[in-house]
């Protein structure tokens, strides 16, 4: 297993569709994946650390497995299969070890909430990682290490040409006449 963390959160301008992006912590290769909205939001609260007023479905989900006698030991994305992500949640409870099968993006929001490792297996990698190049990592450090901000800011990061250049590789690997279908993540 490899270990990843959460690089940015991405939203498509056509089709407000949104992408986790997941970096290898020694390496430029990176793992996109289709999320649903909801979700997106539930990730980026979670690492800009806003608490919202009620418990959202992952912070029940957390509290639910401390009230078992729970510790979450960390996530991992295990598989793909046609464009679909598949991942797991790992529990350590009570000396036994429990895994449980979860949709990429709550596993995701359930680490981000509990400061547990994220991995990924190196076949899910090797099949839809991407890589980019040093000046187009450049460009992207300047504009993916700004926290996520709500549509309507008035902070929004300049975009030009240099800083879109990751974007527009990323999106030419993308295949628009089959985009995701709602529940599922794809890449």
């Given at each position: 297993?490899?270990?990843?963390?959460?690089?940015?959160?991405?939203?498509?301008?056509?089709?407000?569709?949104?992408?986790?992006?997941?970096?290898?912590?020694?390496?430029?290769?990176?793992?996109?994946?289709?999320?649903?909205?909801?979700?997106?939001?539930?990730?980026?609260?979670?690492?800009?650390?806003?608490?919202?007023?009620?418990?959202?479905?992952?912070?029940?989900?957390?509290?639910?497995?401390?009230?078992?006698?729970?510790?979450i030991s960390h996530i991992f994305i295990n598989d793909i299969q046609d464009n679909t992500f598949f991942a797991r949640i790992v529990i350590e409870q009570r000396g036994r070890t429990?895994?449980?099968?979860?949709?990429?993006?709550?596993?995701?929001?359930?680490?981000?909430?509990?400061?547990?490792?994220?991995?990924?297996?190196?076949?899910?990698?090797?099949?839809?990682?991407?890589?980019?190049?040093?000046?187009?990592?450049?460009?992207?450090?300047?504009?993916?290490?700004?926290?996520?901000?709500?549509?309507?800011?008035?902070?929004?990061?300049?975009?030009?040409?240099?800083?879109?250049?990751?974007?527009?590789?990323?999106?030419?690997?993308l295949n628009l006449d089959n985009p995701p279908k709602g529940g599922q993540e794809n890449s």
């Amino acid at each position: 297993m490899i270990r990843v963390v959460v690089d940015s959160i991405r939203v498509s301008l056509l089709t407000q569709h949104r992408v986790v992006v997941l970096r290898e912590t020694d390496s430029k290769r990176y793992l996109p994946i289709w999320i649903g909205p909801f979700e997106a939001d539930a990730i980026a609260m979670a690492i800009q650390g806003h608490e919202p007023q009620r418990p959202m479905t992952h912070d029940l989900l957390k509290a639910t497995i401390i009230d078992l006698d729970g510790q979450i030991s960390h996530i991992f994305i295990n598989d793909i299969q046609d464009n679909t992500f598949f991942a797991r949640i790992v529990i350590e409870q009570r000396g036994r070890t429990v895994e449980i099968d979860a949709r990429p993006s709550d596993a995701i929001a359930l680490a981000v909430r509990t400061d547990v490792p994220i991995f990924v297996e190196g076949h899910v990698l090797d099949q839809a990682g991407v890589f980019f190049d040093d000046e187009e990592q450049t460009a992207a450090e300047t504009t993916t290490r700004e926290p996520v901000e709500e549509p309507e800011s008035e902070n929004e990061p300049e975009l030009n040409d240099e800083s879109m250049s990751i974007f527009r590789n990323f999106i030419n690997t993308l295949n628009l006449d089959n985009p995701p279908k709602g529940g599922q993540e794809n890449s």
